[in-house]
């Protein structure tokens, strides 16, 4: 099964959580002497429950052999989690619906133009960091506290074969 990687758009992704750019800020306006403009309320942040705080920290992906295989899937479900690039490199997200296992043919495939990040719901199925350049750092916002925050599952094989992304784009 190959899935089909399509644009990131807040339309598309809302299902799964927000896009985090310009674009997507709830309110745009001048600050510290009209040097700057601040593009306010972009994403939530949902970390609260059982004790929960917000983190920031930085990961540092590398690229996953060719063709990308998406064999397991995680989700977080005490909290969001944000990934945005530093340096404006894409990226490919794989989400899915479903509140118990991800089945293969709810998988969604995006790629970031490298400008735009993603918030993951509390809950949202997801595929780990896959990067496409070397050593490409990401800003993530998400949770510390008690409680177990990871669900991973493994995902089966379909028709005897892995799940791979149409990346590059045939």
């Known amino acids: ?35 700057t403009t601040r593009f306010h309320d972009i994403s939530r942040v949902d970390v609260g429950d059982e004790g929960g705080a917000p983190i920031i920290s930085i990961f540092r992906g590398t690229p996953r052999p060719m063709p990308i295989e998406i064999k397991m899937m995680e989700r ?5 989690q944000a990934f945005m690039p530093l340096s404006g490199q894409k990226f490919l997200i794989v989400v899915a619906d479903g509140s118990d296992t991800p089945a293969p043919e709810n998988l969604r495939a995006f790629i970031s133009d490298g400008s735009q990040g993603v918030t993951y719901a509390r809950n949202v199925w997801h595929h780990p960091l896959l990067v496409l350049e070397p050593e490409s750092d990401f800003l993530i ?18 028709n005897g074969t892995t799940i791979t992304l149409d990346w590059p784009q045939t």
């Open 1 to 35: 099964m190959k899935l089909k990687v399509e644009p990131l758009t807040p339309a598309s992704f809302a299902p799964f959580g927000e896009v985090i750019s310009t674009a997507t800020a709830r309110d745009e306006y001048k600050i510290n002497l009209g040097t």
């Open 141 to 158: 916002v998400d949770r510390s506290g008690p409680g177990n925050n990871l669900n991973e599952v493994d995902l089966p094989m379909v």
């Open 76 to 80: 977080h479900p005490l909290g969001s």
